[in-house]
């Protein structure tokens, strides 16, 4: 579905056309990486009309980075056996590494203190103004205007899976089934490819998914379960405001 | 997500960015959609200094969205209404969305939705924890201002329809 990105950039000295090229970048990505868009390379490649060697070089990478999510997560993470239809859906990858790399364009041209929130995927860099870190909340999962939690975040990315939209829309390809056991999964890290990718797959592994989530060094957890309780992984502690 | 800055000088910048193909979607987009929602989303109104180019157009099959920025960061003054404008109510199946957006300075700074379809209670489940070193408390519901909200948000072609709602209003 559609996803509004917002890039906010607070260092005065930056040109606003920065920003243009980032937001080109991003439909760009969208053009090659959508599978509602029946000419990209990705439905291309789903319905076996290019091979994956002629592929772009970012299509390429993206493939090789959800092969080895795929191993390190035992399959949790699966870009084709995530949709019911069994379509090539690297999704839930691209969206965290293309924002990653809009920031990068971002940087390139001087941004230092900026924050990209891309339906509730945030990149925080630098301080919203002087003295003090980004201040992001993680959205309470039944009261649409209310936080479960409020994190201070400097040079972090911070990615959220969950179901709080309507029916369930992620599923674990393992079983098939929804998971139960989070209400949302929200993931804090240095990378947002990363952030985005643990929390899609650490979701759909329950509870478990928070200390799977705490092995990968430099990564925290915040989950929100299904009997409404919190719970979090110690890395998170100085970040809790 | 508070800009200022003085007038003369864009202190801070803003882009808004709608792209419709990003994620699976939870509901597909209704028939005879694709290629007349997308254009019209595309399209923030009359031109004017902080608004984005002319959209492109939708795919001839139908079969895709594009999506072009629905405001882009710009210096100067602009004919738009300042503040915060609420769109039209988008009735669902599953109850009423309704987006809401703050313009400042020409530019958009904000867009939150006010209503969204309510969810049913869920059963309560037992939970037991994968290990004794994570940390737990009872769910709050704060309402603290932050700059950013992570999340699953409901985005969908209601949401969407109602900004659009909104954007219009404030450039009418």
Redesign the interface.
Known sequence: ??????????D?A?D?A???V??AY??DV??RF???????EVSRLGRGELREDECSADVRHVLALSEELRRTSDGHFDIRR??ADGVL?P?GL??GWSIEEASLLLEAGGARNY?I??????I?RGE?EPGRA?????????????????LWVRDLA??????????E?IRTPLTGRAP??LL?L?VIGPSLTWADAYATAGFSMG??G??WV?GHPGYGAYG???????????A??GLL? | MPKRGAIALVTTATALVLLLSFKTPSEALPAGSTGGSPAALAQAGPPAASLAPAPTPAPADGSGATAAPVATASPGATATTNGTIAGSVVQTRYGPVQVRVTIQGGRITDAQAIQLPSDHPRSVELSRYAGSVLRSDVLAAQSAQVDLVSGATYTSVAYLQSLQAALDAAHS
């Open positions: 579905m559609g996803t509004v990105v917002t890039i906010d950039v607070r005065p930056v606003p920065v920003l243009d980032a937001v991003l439909h969208e053009a959508s599978t509602y868009r029946a000419d990209g995530h949709r859906d999704s691209v969206k924050a929130n891309a339906g509730g995927d945030i925080a919203p980004w201040r992001v909340g993680i959205r309470h999962p039944r009261i649409t205007d209310r936080l479960a939690a409020t911070v990615a959220t899976s969950g179901s709080y939209e309507r029916g829309h139960r056991e949302s929200t509870l478990a928070l200390a705490a929100i379960t299904a009997d409404e309780r919190v719970t979090w992984t110690p998170l502690d405001a």
